[in-house]
């Protein structure tokens, strides 16, 4: 694309408050412009780094890789952070387009023969450059990324790697899109009291509020958002309704047509196991853990497999309890898909004496986002402060200045907390500009890191506040503890800032941040009813704690099974029918008719919208036996707040990045690396003579 137009300044230069972008001075047509720029800038400082006569050194090498392609990286965070969190047809055919674009630029760079030879004699020399460790890490991953990327290929095998990545570029955009377009085109209008019965209030108000954003003027409508999927599964009383909306959920995807994502499936699957083949690996799999703390796939399927044998035999005993409530309704029918989560609430209410409708009003998402801050206030010394008036990406998006206890700027925070059409669903953590140290070209000696949060929460109705489910609230703490990762760094290169570890340890801070949300005196000062203001009654917030498990065995095979099936496609290699492999896997395992994995393979976006989790969904489950652990450290002091062991938390895990191997840092946090046994125990999973053993 050739123009004499000038890109939009505001793209690369940040001059809003306190170096935020200018959000309201960026449009949609101005992010092709705005790449052909940064792309060719960005070539530029490659072919003069990769040219240098002088002898590569670590800074005229490794530090200006480091820095280079800044205004690449402000356009792209601009323009991906709209495309998740609120695109348009502009945006999307833009994605289609630079997707491959970037790709094949990445590809042209890890390729660049006299670049690597500059890395790789640094690498060969390492001992002699007197680097320091995070140094050392730096190196060793620019090192390997080239490595990865194809660098000791043949002409010929780079270039198909590079037609490969490209491919797979496009593939993992258009399957995102697809799910998207999956979710926007279906709803369930309602209108007659039957077919409410048994929504609460604040399942109706966020139906009605749904409704008039897709512009019903009158009536209800269930949408696949899980904010209201969920509940409507759980409360509806209507099976008719249930299994209607549940087909709709699970067929996204998989619907014929153009959103259908299984040719995308199945040409990814091939394309990875023969990428994988290219670089030297039996398969998909034992490529992308190569760099993990799992290392192998059998290390993955041995943990996979140990909770699998648990959590079915906790779920079909839980089967069994709500088939009992079936019967005593007079009904005949097995528990199906579409039944569990209407009947696993009912049990609930029985066993507990309270229902996710008499919790909700008491959990505030105001209160809840008051929680997480206090919670950090308390562990790390850190405040948030909240700043109107300051434009960002959608008006939904509130801005916050995170500081210590000194008043000093450490971070910057946004939060954007509300479902909508033009948002992706799911939750999660990005940065629009990660923590450094290096002196950068515009003279700013590093930069602050600029963290957001996305969720998917029902939006309420105008003058009502917005409540959440018990798993709401921890999908919020969930992603401020990825926030907190970003925000804490304290790191000098950015390649190893905040997030930037293996994608096995990434998932440790935010699981281990979701066990402050149900410490009691944290429910007790947050947990208020939103017409009150009264706390939580002591017993009803007991009855909570005392149902942390129930249902796990559920959570457990919707999660393992889905980890099975990605493993199964990426040890395996290319496929005909990626539906039959999933069959065959889960026949295989024995998975209750009455559960589907909760990501099945035509909407499995953790694995096929870019490759982030592929051969890797595992990585929850293996941070979860670190954080089980970890917060048994501050559970052993008696105080779950320790500010000796909080220091350790943040000065070991959170603050240092990937600048040291992950369990140098954990083993440095709690002095061992764990078993999966603290993992089980709080799932509820361990059977009685393990528990007995851990105690002893």
Known sequence: MSSNLSPNPALVQWNGHHGLPRFDQVKDEDFALGFDAALAAHEAEIDAIAGNPE????????????????????????????????????????????????SRHYSKI??????????????????????????????????????????????????????????????????GQNVLGDEKSWSLKLFAEAELDGLPPFLRDAMAAAARERGEEDGYVVTLSRSIIEPFLTFSTRRDLREQAFKAWVARGANGGETDNLAIVRETLALRAEKARLLGYENFAAYKLDNTMAKTADAVNTLLRQVWEKARAKALEEEASLGGLIAEEGKNHQVMPWDWRHYAEKLRERTFSFSESELKPYLQLEKVIEACFDVAGRLFGIGAVEVKGVAAYHPDVRVFEIRDREGVLKALFMGDYFARSSKRSGAWMNSFQSQHKLPMKNGAKGELAIIYNVCNFAKPAEGKPALLSLDDARTLFHEFGHALHGMLSDVTYPSVSGTGVSRDFVELPSQLYEHWLTVPEILEKYAVHYETGKPMPKALLDKVLAARTFNAGFATVEFTSSALVDMAFHTRGAVEDPMTVQKEVLDGIGMPASIVMRHATPHFQHVFSGDGYSAGYYSYMWSEVLDADAFSAFEETGNVFDPVMARKLKNNIYSVGGSIDPEDTYKAFRGKLPDPQAMLRKKGLAMAEELAGSDA
Do not use: C
């Open 55 to 102: 002898e590569p050194t670590f800074a005229n090498t490794v530090v200006a890789l480091e820095v280079a392609g800044d205004e690449l990286s402000r356009v792209s965070a601009l323009f991906w952070g709209k495309a998740g969190a609120h695109t348009n047809a502009d945006i999307q055919a833009l994605e289609r387009e630079i997707a491959p674009k970037l």
């Open 110 to 175: 890890g390729m660049n023969a006299a670049l690597f030879a500059r890395i790789d004699r640094l690498w060969e020399g390492r001992q002699d450059l007197g680097l320091m460790v995070e140094e050392e890490r730096v190196l060793e991953r620019h090192w390997k990324g080239f490595v990865r990327a194809g660098a000791k290929l043949p002409n010929a095998e780079q270039e198909r790697l590079a037609d490969i990545n490209e491919k797979l570029a496009g593939l993992g955009a258009r399957f």
